[in-house]
């Protein structure tokens, strides 16, 4: 089966720092971009980050440049999110999304890791 | 680029059809000539699941009520008849341009 299984999301400080992880499993990993959504509680979707197959081309929206870090192994068939100066704002499900590649959309997504930005 | 989804809720009866519009600042066409505008539909409790790409291709498993359409800047979403497991919220995507960007959301829920 296609499975993405994110990790290590939980409750933070503002201003702190947090790593989350995604372990691909049931295709070749690394032949697609991949990507990080995320989804305030009750709130619509927003993409926050985006890496192609090689880690050639990597892309971030403005909300989180300069904080964020995307990242792969494509040998343990890893994605990471270094998330670093988190605010309140940050706080959302975040979900490790696989890129189709060449149809231009998002085919398979995990189940989400929530992170909570919080004194 | 901003897409923005009309209506923002719609009661349907079961049995019924349904439309959902998703309009972009933009032209989705890309330079290589296709149209990267995809439907996605999020079950309560659920992560998202793709419905459509490039407009109006079903993915794999997708029920043939859903359809897509348009060009340009304005495009549909429609359900034929709607079925109880299609209460969720749907949000149209496009990826033609960086940074990648969804809809405001529509939620379908049965009268």
């Known amino acids: 089966d296609v499975q993405l299984v994110e990790s290590g999301g939980g409750l933070m400080q503002p201003g702190r720092s947090l790593r989350i992880s995604c372990k691909a499993s049931?295709?070749?990993?690394?032949?697609?971009?991949m990507h990080w959504v995320r989804q305030p509680p009750g709130k619509g979707l927003e993409w926050v980050a985006g890496i192609k197959w090689n880690s050639g081309s990597i892309g971030y929206a403005d909300s989180v440049k300069g904080r964020f870090t995307i990242s792969r192994d494509n040998a343990e068939k890893m994605l990471y999110f270094q998330m670093n100066s988190l605010r309140s704002d940050d706080t959302a499900i975040y979900y490790c999304?696989?890129?189709?590649?060449?149809?231009?959309?998002?085919?398979?997504w995990g189940q989400g890791t929530m992170v909570t930005v919080s004194s | 680029v901003v897409l923005t989804q009309t209506p923002l809720s719609s009661p349907v009866t079961l049995g019924q059809p349904a439309s959902i519009s998703c309009s972009s600042t933009h032209s989705l066409v890309h330079t290589d000539g296709s149209t990267y505008l995809s439907w996605l539909q999020q079950r309560p409790g659920q992560p998202p699941r793709l419905l459509l790409y490039?407009?109006?291709n079903r993915f794999s498993g997708v029920p043939d009520r859903f359809s897509g359409s348009g060009a340009g800047t304005d495009f549909t979403l429609e359900i034929s008849t709607v079925e109880a497991e299609d209460v969720g919220v749907y949000y149209c995507m496009q990826a033609t341009y960086f940074p990648l960007s969804f809809g405001g959301g529509t939620r379908v829920e049965i009268k």
């Open positions: 049931g295709f070749a990993f690394d032949e697609y971009a």
């Open positions: 999304v696989k890129d189709t590649g060449e149809e231009g959309a998002f085919d398979v």
């Open positions: 490039k407009i109006s």
